[in-house]
């Protein structure tokens, strides 16, 4: 069992900037090993990807909807994945989530909530305008 804990989320003004981070314990073999992904989930919308960053290199993938404004990175030494979010707006309002794909898989599914293993519990960020 890998367990999760995101934390940094917060309130903060349009255009503003936060630092996520996720840490991973419990029976991890190699972390570096593991895909990270960040997704989030509004209020009554579906769970969104937000970028993954893959253990082949650490290679990054975000959708256009973050592009350029988020960047993730990780610490293999201290089991932990950040999601830097800059240029913040009220429509990245939601509860964000990191999760672990201990399992290799094909490249797309790292976009997909089922391409991973497991979830932490989120952390909300709210943004006004």
């Known amino acids: 069992q890998v367990h999760l804990v995101e934390s940094g989320g917060g309130s903060v003004q349009a255009g503003d900037s936060l630092r996520l981070s996720c840490v991973a314990s419990?029976?991890?073999?190699?972390?570096?090993?593991?895909?990270m992904g960040w997704f989030r989930q509004a209020p009554g919308k579906e769970r969104e990807f937000v970028g993954y960053?893959?253990?082949?290199?650490?290679?990054?993938y975000y959708p256009n909807s973050v592009n350029g404004r988020f960047t993730i990175s990780r610490d293999n030494a201290k089991n932990t994945v950040t999601l830097q979010m800059n240029s913040l707006q009220p429509d990245d309002t939601a509860t964000y989530y990191c999760?672990?794909?201990?399992?290799?898989?094909?490249?797309?599914?790292?976009?997909?909530?089922?391409?991973?293993?497991?979830w932490g519990q989120g952390t909300q960020v709210t943004v006004s305008s």
């Open positions: 419990g029976r991890i073999i190699n972390f570096s090993v593991y895909t």
């Open positions: 960053i893959s253990y082949e290199q650490d290679r990054t």
């Open positions: 999760a672990a794909a201990i399992v290799v898989r094909e490249t797309n599914s790292y976009t997909k909530s089922y391409g991973y293993d497991y």
